[in-house]
């Protein structure tokens, strides 16, 4: 399969992930190309790919929004360390729904443990990366990065 094929296939299984995992309406605009570094603000997760599909998976967004989002599903706000596993938690759902959403298609993917970013960081060690952004309504934006070693 072609490797932009299996991005198509990825960047789709994401888009069907986020939908299923939070229960929100949700706005999901054009993918962006970017380039390194990956310059995050405030709270993030990294999941890698491994398998046909191999790569970084990163969400990140406000703790604000990644905060009103785990509100919204468990009913009661988010705040200090249990945000921070919750953003893991998060990262481990939609990673593991588009794990099995490729596999559907064909495409063997496995994913790594979520490290929890928190603060700003930089990610290096990559050529380029789509980017996601995501929009939910009343709650805030997330972005989503997709990056695919060839």
Known sequence: MAISTQITNVLNGTIESVKSVIPLPVTIEKPKLIQQPLTQT???????????IRGRLVIEGSQDSI??????MFGMPLEGEILESFAGELGNMIAGN???????????MDITPPTVLVGQTKLYGF???LCLPVSFTEIGNIRIILMVEQ
């Open 127 to 129: 050529d380029k990366a």
């Open 98 to 108: 588009l794990a099995t959403s490729v596999a559907q298609k064909g495409v063997e």
């Open 42 to 52: 405030s709270i993030g997760v990294l999941i890698g790919m491994t398998g046909d």
């Open 67 to 72: 905060g009103r989002i785990g509100q919204s």
